[in-house]
Nanobody
Framework: QVQLMDSGGGSVQAGGSLTLSCAAS????????MGWFRQAPGKEREGVAR????????AYADSVKGRFTISQDKAKNTLYLRMGNLKPEDTAMYYC??????????????????WGQGTQVTVSS
């Protein structure tokens, strides 16, 4: 079992920045694939960024490339999402997720087993 607690959401004006955090505990291994997802009202959940916790390789959704950065602090068992140049369309509930899979970057966005409770990000124009 892996427990995830995400935080750091808030309200920001367009063009601003926020950093989300996700503290992981429990059965944490180097084979964990960790990611950030978001869901806006009336829309389906979408993958934003993911990272192979063992290799550090990353992947991003096209909509956030160049603006968002996923990173990890292994000593703190914490995942981060640095969001820059925020746009109103980034407004959503953001969730961190983890899955003990070996194919992380090539494995796509589906099938994550563990989820945080979510943190709201609101971007005003």
């Amino acid at each position: 079992q892996v427990q995830l607690m995400d935080s750091g959401g808030g309200s920001v004006q367009a063009g601003g920045s926020l950093t989300l955090s996700c503290a992981a505990s429990g059965d944490i291994s180097s084979r964990l694939c960790m990611g950030w997802f978001r869901q806006a009202p009336g829309k389906e959940r979408e993958g934003v960024a993911r990272i192979n916790s063992g290799t550090g390789n990353t992947a991003y959704a096209d909509s956030v490339k160049g603006r968002f950065t996923i990173s990890q602090d292994k000593a703190k068992n914490t995942l981060y999402l640095r969001m820059g140049n925020l746009k109103p369309e980034d407004t959503a509930m953001y969730y961190c997720a983890a899955d003990p899979r070996s194919a992380c970057i090539s494995g796509g966005w589906l099938g994550y087993k563990y989820w945080g409770q979510g943190t709201q990000v609101t971007v005003s124009s």
